[in-house]
């Protein structure tokens, strides 16, 4: 096993009052100390390695915690200890430098160690069950079925055919009995005369072993070339591969991993949710010979586990993940790759708020290995440590093979007749498109019929009793529809204040616009792909499978389309609406617009067919969008850059939110005013640390809660951490706290 695998958690030697401190996943921000389990012997305990669970008593419950290492002293007095339950592990599943790693997480993003340590296993292993391969029931020869002379069962053929085969494999599972067409009845009189007996046997996968490569390579461009030869595979190193989608970046990651696998070692490659399609883990797989692991939602725990265990143990040398994988134990790593890694779902959003992108920097650095991030968009943070020579930048500016980069052009809607939101002109180019045996695709940002219902008379408008938020309009089937709380309703026939029948769909999204292309161009299919489309398992596959057959249709969608997918017979894109994102109040709303209207453009075309964007907008002035489609995202991204620098936002200073939600509007506020007041008591604000709210967030109320936020911002990064740390232990135990659910968020990186 690799050297990250032989350091020992701290061993303590035997002693009359070994304790052992666990985390154990409570949102209290503390580990407990438990005696070992009855019955645990000398040697076993000396035996024992943090890493390994440990199911212990917590109050009425029995909790799967982590061991993180055995001491003699404790806070509380012998008698008040009480013993685990039950050690789970023999070997750790988060072996040392995996465990440390969380450890660290835990302590940057300010989360209990024992939910960020939960977080960090598979579902199974935290419910507790066994972190080894299943078993399958084999059978095998006794000494006195080894010892039978030949021709022994002449009389009964069926068993003698099983002993036969038995001499000659030595083991048969249920499945080789089966094949071998002998009746039941044989393997049991065997079992009778105790010439076989049967045993649990473990099913462990193929080893990666012989040959590593499948299809060759491609031969790479110069600049692809000359990306790959800048890597280095000793020692660590952050590289960001800059490219526009189909510039040959994940040619260059798997020629990367090459190297890795040929020295020996394995590879861990994090893709966005939407990203881990079949295709790419199928490339892969045609690419290499050896053993492939994909982690990601699609899977169930038992999958997944299995999964993990293929990692764990070493037997996949490529684990292709979601956010979550960063925190799979892989012996002998050798390189970390992250594809589109301005994607926001590598940040988790909720609980354990961790960027699976940030930690791979410290995994990677602490391993002493490359990391490979890749983009055509590159978030801000990234290309800001690129231009300070924190990483190295390789740029990939062609399209590999011969397809050109997309034309952008813009539809000024102001003063426009528009049919749906589509105006003439847009329509004519589809039209055109289709004419010529085209594909085109809609982009949409927004599920739904309309965003908003209005009553014409008085101006009423149906809000989310929930939320202050409106109910979006859905027809298939007819509702209205809280995107954020889920809470639902029948479409009223009439406006409840003034009773007028007048009431109007305002806005569009994806139903509406395809019930408008459709209507509009009935000869070609329509196809829909958003949130509510594709919630059956398998439907993206059969539209996608539509698509690629290249007939003329028009790809109406959300996001979903904007990652992951390539059309080659789409040569026209249009983005119908993106004055909303224009003016997001995020402030990451800028960088977010410009990402997605570069992958979004980034879908369309190839060698032969050259795709073309449309953009819609009643603010082409608007100099956003005049340097994005002028200057292309990388002079746009500086652009932003220098904004982000005379405002004092990432990354030019540190952020961390902490955010309270309650019933009732003053305990949250107050809540956060008394943290700030705490925290200003001890570090004065000055220019290098601000305070600023409690602010009401950007959607006030939400799940029939007022959401306010304290905003922490400073130009130093572990001063950051001390104020914020400073502020949790204080606001734990706080009388306010527990009026308010409360939360932090360190390097926030959506702001509502
Ligand atoms: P990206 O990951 O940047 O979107 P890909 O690596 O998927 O780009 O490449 C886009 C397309 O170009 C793929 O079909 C790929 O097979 C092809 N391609 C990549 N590199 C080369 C190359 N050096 N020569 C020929 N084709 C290439
Ligand atoms: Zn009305
Ligand atoms: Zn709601």
């Known amino acids: ?256 991993i090459a190297r890795v696998l040929e020295q020996g070692k394995s590879a861990l490659v994090l893709v966005p949710e939407i990203g881990l399609t079949p295709q790419l883990v199928g490339r892969f797989e045609k690419r290499f010979k050896v053993r492939i692991a994909a982690l990601h939602s699609g899977l169930n725990d038992r999958e997944r586990l299995q999964a993990w265990l293929e990692a764990r143990y070493g037997y996949a040398r490529i684990l292709i993940g979601t956010r979550s994988a960063v925190f799979t134990p892989i012996p002998n790593l050798g390189i970390i790759i992250i594809d589109e890694e301005h994607d926001l779902s590598f940040k988790q959003q909720d609980g354990f708020r961790y960027s699976a992108r940030d930690l791979s920097v410290v995994r990677a650095q602490r391993a002493g290995i490359p990391l490979l991030l890749g983009s055509a968009t590159p978030s801000l943070e990234s290309l800001y440590n690129a231009t300070h020579n924190r990483y190295l930048h390789l ?29 003439p ?31 014409h008379d008085c101006g009423w408008i149906a809000d989310c009793r929930n939320c202050s938020a409106k109910m979006t309009v859905h027809q298939h089937p007819p509702h209205l529809h809280c995107h954020h709380c889920d809470y639902q309703r029948p479409v009223p026939h009439s406006c409840p204040d003034c009773f007028s029948r007048d009431l109007e769909f305002l806005g569009q999204g994806t139903e509406r616009s395809e019930a408008t292309l459709q209507t509009r161009f009935p000869a070609v299919p329509v196809i829909r792909v958003d949130r509510d489309t594709t919630r059956r398992k398998q439907a993206m596959q059969g539209m996608l499978a539509q698509v690629h057959e290249g007939e003329p249709c028009i790809l109406v969608g959300t996001q979903m389309l904007a990652k992951g997918h390539h059309f080659p017979d789409v040569t026209l894109v249009a983005m119908i609406d993106i004055d909303g994102a224009l003016f997001s109040g995020d402030f990451r709303g800028p960088e977010r617009m410009g990402q997605l209207l570069i992958q979004v453009a980034g879908r369309a075309g190839r060698a032969s067919k050259p795709g073309r964007v449309i953009i819609q907008s009643h603010h082409c002035e608007h100099p956003n969008i005049q340097s994005l489609i002028k200057e292309g995202y990388h002079r746009y991204a500086r652009r932003l850059l220098h904004e982000r620098q005379v405002t004092g936002l990432p990354p030019y200073r540190f952020m961390a939110l902490i955010r309270a939600e309650s019933k009732r509007p003053e305990n949250a506020s107050d809540f956060l005013q008394h943290a700030r007041q705490f925290a200003q008591q001890q570090f004065p604000a000055t220019r290098h ?63 509502s």
């Open 1 to 256: 096993m690799d050297d990250a695998f032989r350091i020992p958690g701290p061993t303590v030697k035997m002693s009359d009052q070994a304790i052992l401190n666990v985390a154990v996943p409570t949102p209290l921000r503390r580990t407990f100390d438990y005696l070992p389990p009855a019955g645990l012997s000398p040697a076993e305990l000396d035996q024992l390695v943090a890493g390994v669970r440990v199911l212990v008593p917590f109050g009425q419950q029995k909790l799967v915690g982590v061991l993180l290492g055995l001491s003699k002293t404790s806070q509380l007095a012998p008698h008040q200890l009480k013993p685990a339950e039950q050690i789970l592990d023999r070997a750790p599943c988060l072996p040392g430098p995996l465990l440390s790693l969380c450890q660290w997480a835990a302590g940057y993003y300010q989360h209990p160690v024992g939910e960020a340590l939960a977080t960090a296993l598979p579902n199974l292993l935290r419910q507790g069950e066994a972190a080894s391969f299943p078993t399958e029931t084999v059978w095998e020869l006794t000494t006195e079925g080894k010892g039978l002379p030949d021709g022994a069962l002449r009389r009964a053929p069926k068993q003698a055919a099983l002993l036969n085969a038995l001499q000659q494999r030595s083991i048969l599972s249920r499945e080789d009995i089966r094949q071998l067409e002998v009746a039941p009845d044989a393997v049991r009189q065997l079992e009778n005369k105790g010439l076989i007996r049967s045993r649990e046997s473990t099913i462990l996968p193929q080893a990666s072993e012989g040959e590593l490569h499948g299809e060759p390579p491609l031969t790479l461009n110069d600049e692809q070339s000359t990306a790959l030869e800048q890597i280095r595979y000793q020692g660590f190193n952050t590289y960001l591969l800059e490219g526009a989608t189909g510039s040959g970046k994940t040619e260059v990651y798997l020629q990367a």
């Open 395 to 423: 740029r990939l500016t062609q399209r590999a093979g011969a397809a050109r980069p997309p034309e952008v052009e813009l539809i000024d809607l102001r003063g426009q007749q528009l049919d749906e939101g589509f105006s």
């Open 425 to 455: 002109m847009l329509l004519q180019h589809i039209e055109t498109e289709l004419a010529k045996g085209n594909q085109a695709l809609v982009f949409i940002n927004r599920r739904g019929f309309a965003p908003v219902l209005i009553c």
């Open 689 to 751: 640390l601000h305070y600023l709210g409690p602010l009401p967030a950007l959607m006030e109320r939400k799940k029939d809660r007022y959401c306010f936020q304290l905003h922490i911002n400073s130009s130093n990064r572990q001063h950051l951490q001390k104020v914020v740390q400073a502020i949790c232990a204080q606001m734990e135990n706080h009388a306010l706290g527990r009026r308010t659910r409360w939360s932090v968020d360190v390097d926030p990186q959506d702001m």
